[in-house]
């Protein structure tokens, strides 16, 4: 990959963590985020970019994301034992 796809890559990447953090994630991924029937909001806490994909945090209240209940593999494999 050359440094101009690399830059576009990573302003792609911007502009869809920008459009999360614009109010957008609701339109783009509607089967994801499906509208709520109770009056709970859900507020979008954080967005942190990783190497192939975006971690979005949505909840109704801040939350700490427990290693040994996450799907994640940068925390997954940083908590595996190795032999």
């Known amino acids: ?3 101009q796809n690399k830059n576009n890559h990573h302003s792609s990447v911007q502009q869809l963590e ?5 109010g957008l994630l609701n ?3 509607p089967e994801i985020i ?3 029937s109770s009056d ?3 507020f979008l806490w ?7 994909y975006l971690r ?3 909840g109704v209240r801040p939350v700490t994301i427990r290693s040994d209940f996450s799907v994640d593999p940068y925390i997954f494999f940083g908590n595996q034992k190795l032999n």
């Open 1 to 3: 990959m050359n440094t």
């Open 18 to 22: 920008a459009a999360c953090w614009n």
């Open 27 to 29: 339109e783009m991924l």
């Open 34 to 36: 499906p509208a709520s």
């Open 40 to 42: 709970k909001k859900l």
């Open 46 to 52: 954080d967005i942190e970019m990783k190497k192939s």
């Open 56 to 58: 979005i945090i949505m």
